[in-house]
């Protein structure tokens, strides 16, 4: 299903990587570039995107499952980064196991909603379960995002393989890059495999050096580009951003 206005799915396969960092910072990207932007924590077991924003939530998606609240009445508005977001629940079996009839009333609700803004950004979960692919049938793009352990490459790449019959663009993010060459090296070894076993090259997105201002940032509940505006991984965040806007379509090269 693709919506008229853009939906961004952030996904990995593995946990750990930085996907939600990296969705809350693209968020408040393109937020700060005067976009409305929806955040939708689309984690089914490991929702946090409430907790790195300290957000003060009344519902979520716990209470849309089990149909105690509208998903739009779990809506929240961050104000420090302009972002509004639907937030998730953590450790809920319930959510976890959400039925098909469930993950489809969610997933055009999401759709719905996506309408009301400019943008809509999907922090998947992990995994490759029934429910992270669902999701990721909604997005137009999905951002891709690994480090360089193999553990994190060999899941970007299943997340590939696994999505490369839907309507989606795939492009990577590098994340956790000690430099630039060895972030492109981590690219490099993707898209052979991309390549070699999936005849595609999706391309990157780019690369997000590691910082310990990161989990510092999160330990303290404030988002990156609020708390180190000027640091180069929050630059890094503010290009990828700027690319998306710029390359509204980025047309994958032929492998
Ligand atoms: N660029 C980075 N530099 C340093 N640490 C990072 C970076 N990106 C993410 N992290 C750390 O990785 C951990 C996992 O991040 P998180 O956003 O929760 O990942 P995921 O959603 O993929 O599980 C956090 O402790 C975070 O501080
Ligand atoms: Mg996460």
């Keep these: 299903m693709t919506a008229a206005r853009p939906i961004l799915a952030l996904a990995s396969g593995k946990g750990g990587v930085g996907r939600?960092?990296?969705?809350?910072g693209i968020a408040q990207a393109?937020?700060?570039?005067?976009?409305?932007?929806?955040?939708?924590?689309?984690?089914?077991?490991a929702a946090n995107v409430d907790l790195q924003?300290?957000?003060?939530?009344?519902a979520d998606l716990g209470d849309v499952v089990a149909g105690r609240a509208a998903l739009a009445d779990t809506l929240v508005r961050d104000d420090r980064t302009g972002i509004t977001v639907a937030p998730g629940r953590s450790g809920s079996g319930t959510v976890g196991q959400a039925s098909h009839a469930t993950l489809d009333r969610l997933t055009c609700d999401v759709a719905a909603l996506s309408q009301d803004f400019d943008t809509t950004i999907l922090d998947l979960g992990g995994g490759l379960e029934g429910s992270v692919r669902r999701f990721a049938g909604l997005a137009d793009r999905a951002l891709v995002v690994t480090s360089d352990e193999p553990s994190a490459l060999a899941d970007a790449y299943a997340f590939i393989k696994v999505t490369r019959d839907q309507p989606l663009q795939h492009e990577i993010i590098v994340n956790m890059a000690e430099s630039e060459p060895s972030g492109q090296a981590t690219y490099a070894?993707?898209?052979?495999?991309?390549?070699h076993f999936l005849a595609k090259q999706p391309p990157l997105l780019g690369i997000?050096?590691?910082?310990?201002?990161?989990?510092?940032?999160?330990?303290?509940?404030?988002?990156?580009?609020?708390?180190?505006?000027?640091?180069?991984?929050?630059?890094?965040?503010?290009?990828?951003?700027?690319?998306?806007?710029d390359h509204p379509e980025r047309s994958a090269q032929p492998a």
């Design 189 to 195: 070894a993707l898209r052979r495999v991309c390549v």
């Design 208 to 245: 997000v050096h590691r910082d310990p201002r990161v989990p510092e940032a999160l330990k303290s509940q404030t988002p990156l580009l609020s708390r180190h505006p000027t640091s180069k991984v929050a630059q890094d965040i503010l290009r990828l951003a700027r690319r998306l806007i």
């Design 53 to 58: 924003l300290g957000l003060h939530k009344q």
């Design 30 to 45: 393109l937020a700060q570039a005067g976009r409305s932007v929806l955040l939708f924590d689309a984690d089914l077991s």
């Design 20 to 24: 939600t960092f990296l969705a809350v």
